[in-house]
């Protein structure tokens, strides 16, 4: 079957089927990821530092049910994530399993209960939704 016979469902938070595998766009997409029914009541402030990239420091604000991200190292972080861009890439994208890239020794943070709540605050960019899903129900994948 050609892909343009295949029909996807319609998806209104970015995926890996439309955000470019660049830190960056990553990076830039999590405002539209985050799943504000798990950071009610819940705030925190992480910076990411993804080494070798052009762009390699951010900051991710959450609080009040929103995510706000800027360029540059920005307030008190509640955690700091380190590892190379092409790591974070892979992680984000799904292509590298974040667990063996910290056993690796590629992946440093210095909070471990910010950086879990941080990552459940996020629908994967790799969790394409079925079309079952895009008709109710999104995947869980985090």
């Given at each position: ?7 996807r ?29 798990r ?104």
């Amino acid at each position: 079957m050609p892909l343009a016979d295949i029909v996807r469902p319609t998806v209104t938070r970015p995926t890996v089927l439309d955000t470019p595998a660049e830190v960056e766009a990553i990076v830039r997409s999590l405002p539209a990821r985050l799943r504000p029914e798990r950071v009610e009541d819940w705030q925190g402030r992480f910076h990411l530092v993804l080494t070798g990239d052009a762009k390699p420091e951010w900051t991710v604000t959450i609080a009040n049910g929103r995510c706000e991200v800027v360029e540059g190292l920005h307030g008190e972080p509640s955690c700091v994530l380190t590892m190379p861009a092409k790591t974070y890439v892979g992680v984000e994208t799904g292509k590298k399993n974040p667990m063996a890239a910290f056993l690796k020794g590629r992946v440093k943070f210095t909070n471990v209960g910010q950086l879990r709540r941080y990552d459940r605050a996020f629908y994967k960019l790799y969790d394409v939704p079925t079309a079952e899903a895009a008709d109710g129900v999104e995947g869980d994948a985090g």
